[in-house]
């Protein structure tokens, strides 16, 4: 009896479909990476789960992926003995995008080919990019542990609808044949497949197979015999993990492929480092920072975090303990000689290891970056326009680090007198003026509305540095940031300016007379605005603005109430 069914697929997977059909066309063989990609995380996740069951092995514990090719067909087939899918699985693996904001990240998508192609690059396209090559994908996979009746025939011509059925499959795992679209049969070609191959998967784990013909009997030169060879699957890749290898034997080409292996990203890389630790933990760590923000660094519910390894196992993706939220948009993973194999999430949160290397990783995020500020300020302001709001969040976040997060902020100045944020604290402590104790700074709603605030027009008269900030998380990050290397940071919207040693006494007297010539006046005012007020200054400092409005010493400044307006309270 079939159990044939048809259905369709879920509206973002329509809409990938054909973005990707149309966009990704220059840079076609893209789709072995992925699929390769696939199965080799499925090999993963099945010596994962063979830990605790050895019998889903079913005898076959070599795995590995074999790619072969039909000319006369016009076919690719993709197979491996991994874990395999059940029927469910099928239906919402390859008929659903499982990323949390998916929809709304088509929403965002602005219909321009050209610049969309760039975000789906980021987005990831995965299983779905057979179809930039294929006209009709089929995918025949039975899941490791169930029996051979359980098997699933998966078809689709990429058209929003896909049909499933039962059939027979003897081994466990998964083969994908790619139907070739008449203008890609190319692809078709053991000689093409393996230039990719070697391109893409020499930093898969598992052996990447490609069938060797073998020769005929022959006669050799002084009429020997030659035997006839067989053929044989040969690897074409060092399926050896790539991070357990020397740095001096990895290019960074395959640096580079690896980190697109394991982040869903198209581009190269912005910074990585590969370390072995070995002490009191023991672990290699092999982070990479992105050339571009992903399109979800400020979802809530996106994946985060590194790769775990236990003793070279795979155990889990998105471990999310091992990195602060400010530095999420780090990618990579953790491989720890000191947990147990059978470790889960739960057991992550409250343990000793977890801490000792969340710690070790994010020290060494911070000191990349340090470097990367230092010996490359072009770069670092790459890094810093991409991920510099997120940074932001670190001095709230991590106290033990705050000092080293805040030399790695940068800020819009009135020294540079433009927006781009350049300037680092440090900078500022250098330019400080004699008797100046304070990092004064101004957070307002844009740069202009900062740069050009009478609040500041007494610094600026007197050559004093003000940091002009204007993004939505400033304000949180001066309120967990209330110094840098002893150094006060001073709201110049605050009531007193407190300059201290830089008030000189001639300004200070002719303030003294001011207030009291004033009194009058200042009364005045004061009743005429009643309870809007608490009170009424007189002030040198303003130079041209004839009054404004500043918040009490204790009050919550202004930008702080918009925020909290803003978050509903
Ligand atoms: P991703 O790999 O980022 O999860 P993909 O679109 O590449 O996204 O794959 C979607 C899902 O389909 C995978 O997460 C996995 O569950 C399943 N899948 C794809 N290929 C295979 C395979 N060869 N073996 C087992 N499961 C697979
Ligand atoms: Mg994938």
């Not at 789960?49 to 050895?54: E, M």
């Not at 309870?531 to 702080?560: I, N, Y």
């Amino acid at each position: 009896m079939s159990q044939q069914e048809t259905h369709g697929f879920q509206t973002e997977v329509k809409q990938l479909l054909h973005l990707m059909i149309h966009s990704l066309y220059s840079n076609k063989e893209i789709f072995l990476r992925e699929l390769v990609s696939n199965a080799a995380d499925a090999a993963d996740k099945l010596r994962y789960n063979a830990l605790t069951n050895d019998a889903l092995y079913e005898g076959d514990g070599d795995l590995r992926v074999r790619i072969s090719a039909d000319k006369e067909k016009g076919t690719v087939t993709i197979a491996d003995n991994g874990i395999g899918m059940t029927r469910d699985g099928v239906i919402e693996h390859l008929g659903t995008i499982a990323k949390s904001g998916t929809a709304d990240f088509f929403k965002s998508l602005s219909g321009d080919e050209s610049k969309d192609s760039q975000l789906i690059g980021q987005f990831g396209v995965g299983f779905y990019s057979s179809f930039i090559v294929a006209k009709k994908v089929e995918v025949k996979t039975r899941a490791a542990g169930h029996n051979a009746d359980e098997g699933v025939h998966w078809v689709s011509e990429g058209e929003g609808e896909f049909t499933v059925d039962n059939i027979n499959i003897e081994n466990r795992g998964t083969e994908i044949i790619l139907h070739l679209r008449d203008d890609e049969k190319e692809f078709a070609d053991d000689f093409r497949l393996r230039s990719i191959i070697t391109k893409y998967s020499d930093h898969i784990s598992v052996p990447v197979e490609m069938f060797e013909a073998g020769t005929p009997e022959s006669e050799g030169e002084d009429g020997e015999k030659i035997p006839a060879t067989e053929g044989s699957w040969k690897s074409m890749n060092k399926a050896t993990a790539l991070w357990t290898r020397s740095k001096s034997d990895i290019t960074d080409e395959e640096y580079n492929e690896f980190y697109k292996h394991i982040s869903n990203d198209y581009a190269d890389p912005l910074l990585k480092a590969h370390n072995r630790v070995e002490g009191k933990q023991e672990y290699t760590s092999l982070l990479y920072i992105p050339a571009k923000a992903p399109w979800d660094m400020f979802n809530r519910d996106a994946k985060q975090g590194l790769k775990l390894f236990v003793q070279r196992v795979f155990v889990m993706d998105d471990a999310e303990q091992f990195m602060p939220s400010y530095l999420r948009f780090v990618k990579g993973l953790i491989d720890s000689n000191d947990l147990p194999l059978n470790v889960s999430r739960e057991i992550l949160q409250d343990n000793k290891v977890t801490t000792a290397l969340r710690s070790g990783v994010t020290k060494r995020v911070l000191g990349m970056l340090e470097k990367l500020a230092k010996n490359d300020e072009e770069k670092y302001q790459t890094f810093w326009a991409e991920f510099g709001q997120v940074l932001k969040e670190g001095p709230a976040e991590d106290f033990a680090n705050r000092e080293k997060i805040a030399g790695l902020l940068r800020f819009a100045s009135t020294h540079t007198d433009s927006a781009a944020p350049t300037v680092s604290l440090d900078a500022y402590l250098e330019r400080m003026k004699e008797g100046q104790d304070k990092i004064y700074y101004i957070v307002a709603d844009s740069y202009e509305a900062a740069a050009n605030s009478p609040h500041i027009e007494l610094l600026r008269k007197k050559g004093i540095e003000v940091l002009l900030m204007s993004e939505r998380i400033d304000e949180w990050l001066v309120n967990h940031l209330t110094e840098f290397k002893e150094k006060k940071l001073h709201s110049v919207t605050r009531g007193d300016l407190e300059l201290g040693e830089l008030e000189d006494k001639e300004e200070k007297e002719e303030a003294e007379k001011l207030a009291s010539e004033s009194e009058s006046l200042v009364k005045r005012i004061k009743d005429a605005l009643g309870d809007k007020v608490s009170d009424v200054k007189v002030t040198t400092r303003l130079t041209d603005t004839p009054a404004c409005v500043v918040t009490g010493e204790g009050d919550m400044s202004t930008q702080m109430i918009k925020l909290m307006e803003a978050a509903g309270q």
